[in-house]
């Protein structure tokens, strides 16, 4: 990712990057030379998949995982609480782990 890019990668490793902006659905993203295209809306601060998300796989975010998926995860999903189990909260999909 690059200066004036609207999302951040914080970590190498991770697997979600952050809207630093609203984006629209169908919004393109580049990254690492990797077109991404957003099938759903995502707010300002929220994830999205950097790449595909398998059902139960770890969501990584600053390199360390934050919870799991609840589903799969299309590449630019949004990933928050109606797919994603956390590793620190009681959420509603928690009973939907794998």
């Known amino acids: 990712m690059s200066a ?3 999302v951040l990668l914080l970590a ?3 697997n979600v990057l952050i809207a630093v902006r609203d984006l629209p659905a169908g919004q ?3 990254d690492g030379g990797d077109e ?3 099938p759903d809306a ?3 601060g ?3 998949a950097r790449r595909p998300i398998p059902r139960g796989a770890s969501v990584i975010k600053y390199g360390a995982s934050i919870g799991s998926a609840t589903r799969d995860i299309p590449a630019g999903a ?3 609480l109606h797919n994603l189990a956390s590793d620190y909260l009681a959420t509603a ?3 939907d782990r794998p």
């Open 4 to 6: 004036g890019q609207p």
């Open 12 to 14: 190498p490793e991770d």
């Open 28 to 30: 393109r993203l580049v």
């Open 36 to 38: 991404i295209v957003l």
């Open 42 to 44: 995502v707010p300002l």
């Open 46 to 48: 929220h994830k999205l």
């Open 78 to 80: 949004w990933v928050h």
């Open 93 to 95: 999909g928690a009973g």
